[in-house]
């Protein structure tokens, strides 16, 4: 099982940006497709974006598309997500999640789960 450590979370203002990593130790990333969750306070965890395990097809929710870039480096074993123009909206605790299957990734159901980061967007 996939041992997952997420940074880079932190506060910032309307507009801004971050960049979310996610490094793995126990197995080799390069297997396993490899995605982002978000919950925020009082909801439910959502999907965020999806890669597969060679980095060919990424995955947005709407919500995010073209404001967040998912992206992988399987010879670090990481994991990336910029997050641009950043709205108070995606304030939520990010998931870094993987799995070597990408339904059962994008279906919120993962074999492995990070414990997670804090993103804070507010003026």
């Known amino acids: 099982q996939l041992q997952l450590v997420e940074s880079g979370g932190g506060s910032v203002q309307p507009g801004g940006s971050l960049r979310l990593s996610c490094t793995a130790s126990?197995?080799?990333?390069?297997?396993?497709?490899m995605g982002w969750f978000r919950q925020a306070p009082g909801k439910e965890r959502e999907f965020v974006a999806l890669?597969?395990?060679?980095?060919?097809?990424?995955y947005y929710a709407d919500s995010v598309k073209g404001r967040f870039t998912i992206s992988r480096d399987n010879a670090k074993n990481t994991v990336y997500l910029q997050l641009n123009s950043l709205k108070p909206d995606d304030t939520a605790v990010y998931y870094c999640?993987?799995?070597?299957?990408?339904?059962?990734?994008?279906?919120?159901?993962?074999?492995?789960w990070g414990q997670g980061t804090q993103v804070t967007v507010s003026s």
């Open positions: 126990g197995f080799s990333l390069a297997s396993y497709a």
């Open positions: 999640a993987g799995d070597r299957w990408v339904p059962t990734l994008a279906s919120g159901t993962p074999g492995s």
């Open positions: 890669i597969r395990g060679s980095g060919s097809a990424t």
